[in-house]
């Protein structure tokens, strides 16, 4: 659904212009400081590496049209600026949740890692509030977790005509498989008896990759 169409259900209120003006002015001023912390994350977390984005104006009015129950404006998005950082371990990953919370107000905590989102997506998720008061979004993850959320991104939100088959004529098979290859990064970086990396089917290798 379009913003305008979003607008025309009564899903979404304002105009197009006045959501689109919004928008331009609140995630410029995220990109104009999106290096400013990335520097500070990196000086945080020493021997992550650390990334991120300011969030294009069309996937934000996407995102505001698609949950308009939480968000009317662009200015409500919490995630228009996007850090991660990739910790060697699962134990610095930690540690860097705890640099980053004596660093920044927290207004949101999600330790994915401890409780896997759908059983197998691990990762630590934090909202925080920065010197110049906007929300922004950082995850940080292990190297094995970082390879696991990016290979399955096109599981969950199929990107293709066959990405988007299996997904729906085979979901629980790739449900399975996505919790074997998890758990196994997660045993592995652990010091737990990880066995073998799980075989990926031929299949699934050729529609998502093998993680």
Same mark, same amino acid.
């Given at each position: 659904?379009?913003?305008?169409?979003?607008?025309?259900?009564?899903?979404?209120?304002?105009?197009?212009?006045?959501?689109?003006?919004?928008?331009?002015?609140?995630?410029?001023?995220?990109?104009?400081?999106?290096?400013?912390?990335?520097?500070?994350?990196?000086?945080?977390?020493?021997?992550?590496?650390?990334?991120?984005?300011?969030?294009?104006?069309?996937?934000?009015?996407?995102?505001?049209?698609?949950?308009?129950?939480?968000?009317?404006?662009?200015?409500?998005?919490?995630?228009?600026?996007?850090? &991660?950082?990739?910790?060697? =371990?699962?134990? #610095?990953?930690? %540690?860097?949740?705890?640099? /980053?919370?004596? +660093?920044?107000?927290?207004?949101?905590?999600?330790?994915?890692?401890?409780?896997?989102?759908?059983?197998?997506? &691990?990762?630590?998720?934090? =909202?925080?509030? #920065?010197?110049? %008061?906007?929300?922004?979004? /950082?995850?940080? +993850?292990?190297?094995?977790?970082?390879?696991?959320?990016?290979?399955?991104?096109?599981?969950?939100?199929?990107?293709?005509?066959?990405?988007?088959?299996?997904?729906?004529?085979?979901?629980?098979?790739?449900?399975?498989?996505?919790?074997?290859?998890?758990?196994?990064?997660?045993?592995?970086?652990?010091?737990?008896?990880?066995?073998?990396?799980?075989?990926?089917?031929?299949?699934?290798?050729?529609?998502?990759?093998?993680?």
């Amino acid at each position: 659904m379009s913003l305008a169409a979003g607008i025309a259900a009564g899903k979404v209120k304002g105009s197009v212009e006045a959501i689109e003006r919004d928008g331009e002015e609140i995630i410029a001023k995220h990109a104009a400081n999106l290096p400013v912390e990335l520097r500070r994350m990196q000086e945080l977390l020493p021997g992550a590496v650390v990334e991120g984005r300011a969030k294009k104006l069309p996937s934000a009015m996407e995102k505001v049209v698609r949950k308009p129950h939480n968000y009317q404006t662009v200015s409500d998005l919490k995630d228009l600026t996007g850090m &991660r950082g990739v910790a060697p =371990t699962v134990d #610095g990953v930690y %540690k860097a949740v705890a640099a /980053i919370k004596s +660093r920044y107000k927290v207004v949101e905590d999600d330790d994915a890692i401890a409780q896997p989102k759908e059983g197998h997506y &691990r990762s630590y998720h934090l =909202t925080i509030i #920065g010197d110049d %008061k906007m929300p922004k979004e /950082i995850q940080v +993850r292990t190297p094995g977790q970082h390879v696991y959320a990016e290979w399955s991104h096109n599981v969950y939100k199929p990107l293709t005509r066959e990405q988007e088959h299996l997904s729906r004529t085979r979901g629980p098979d790739l449900d399975a498989f996505s919790k074997r290859v998890s758990d196994y990064y997660y045993a592995s970086e652990t010091g737990k008896s990880a066995g073998e990396k799980p075989k990926c089917p031929p299949y699934i290798g050729k529609a998502f990759g093998c993680p």
